[in-house]
């Protein structure tokens, strides 16, 4: 039976994880984790943690006899550049708390799985931009993506010297309708819905051609929790795997809008944040990830847009309705 921990459970993918670990695991056997007021996500369990105080993670995997940890709590892209050193603070001590943890309970004949976020903004202006390969030059320009590739290495070296067995993702942007996104580049592919819904121009930072990774966030619960039920031994990366979802423009998705919400209209006033997005791939190439575990992407462009529409306006009618 595995007893599995969140830490950063409120967040964007936090608090969908949960909810499918614990429709999977059961209630009971779930920890949800992060900084603020108790917030369950179906769990039957909360603690208030801080990643970086590593005594209490300890306690916690201690106390609940944790078998699996998912370790999501960071700054993102854009937060991170106006906060770089405390982003590099717990992006980097953070992940290398967990990561000591596990080799010292392993050590103990008590091993941890381990699941820890990498990112496309790992990649940068030098990687080549159209199905990046899963190696390939990585020269990262902010400190989350900075933070992410060192992170990798690491998860590597963890694996490769102490057998520490740690599982990692180069998430896409992840489009998702529930809890809002935290300061992301990608960002722009969550917010363009809610100003479609509420009949807004939606002013887009970024170019009307800049194409990014994509993926739906059923697509990306669904390769997280595959990937760490695969068996160790047919885990061959251990930095992280590129996970393909969909790729596309704020222009294309706009075009995509508008087949539901014919008058819905954008203008481009693009910012700091198109740099950003243009030192990041278009599209990866994910054939390890579908070799070694069997990862393929469910979701496309229509179906994400009819369902993140459905849900959004759902929602903005309950609340309506509460208010
Ligand atoms: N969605 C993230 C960001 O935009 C990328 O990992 O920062």
């Not at 984790?33 to 201690?62: F, W």
């Not at 278009?282 to 009819?306: F, K, M, N, P, Y």
């Amino acid at each position: 039976m595995e007893r599995i921990l969140v830490i950063g459970a409120s967040g964007q993918i936090g608090s969908e994880l949960v909810e499918a670990l614990t429709a999977k695991h059961g209630a009971a056997n779930v920890i949800a984790a992060d900084i603020g007021p108790r917030s369950l996500h179906g769990a039957a369990n909360y603690e208030m943690l801080d990643v970086l105080d590593s005594n209490r993670v300890t306690q916690i995997i201690d106390r609940y006899r944790v078998t699996q940890v998912y370790q999501l709590a960071a700054l993102l892209s854009v937060t991170g550049e106006q906060a770089p050193l405390k982003a590099w603070t717990l992006n980097m001590n953070g992940l290398l708390n967990i990561l000591e943890i596990a080799r010292e309970r392993g050590q103990a004949g008590k091993p941890l799985r381990l699941f820890w976020p990498s990112s496309i903004a790992a990649f940068g202006p030098h990687t080549p931009a159209i199905d990046t390969p899963q190696l390939a030059v990585m020269d990262p320009t902010t400190i989350y993506g900075i933070s992410k590739q060192a992170g990798e290495r690491l998860c590597e070296y963890y694996f490769s010297k102490f057998n520490v067995d740690v599982r990692s993702i180069r998430y896409p942007g992840i489009i998702s309708h529930r809890s809002p996104p935290g300061g992301g580049t990608t960002d722009y592919a969550i917010a363009i819905f809610h100003a479609a819904q509420k009949g807004e121009i939606y002013p887009c930072y970024l170019g009307p051609d800049t194409t990014l990774p994509m993926i739906y966030m059923p697509d990306a619960i669904r390769a997280t929790i595959e990937l760490m039920e695969t068996p160790a031994d047919r885990i061959r990366i251990r930095s992280a795997y590129n996970v393909a979802g969909l790729s596309f423009s704020p222009r294309e998705l706009t075009q995509a809008i508008r087949q539901y919400v014919p008058e819905f209209d954008i203008s481009y006033q693009p910012d700091h944040r198109q740099a950003i997005a243009d030192s990041w791939p278009h599209s990866l190439d994910d054939t390890c990830a579908r070799a070694d575990w069997g990862w393929h992407a469910g979701i496309g462009l229509q179906q994400l847009v009819e369902d993140m529409l459905a849900n959004i306006k759902a929602s903005s009618g309950a609340l309506h309705h509460a208010a």
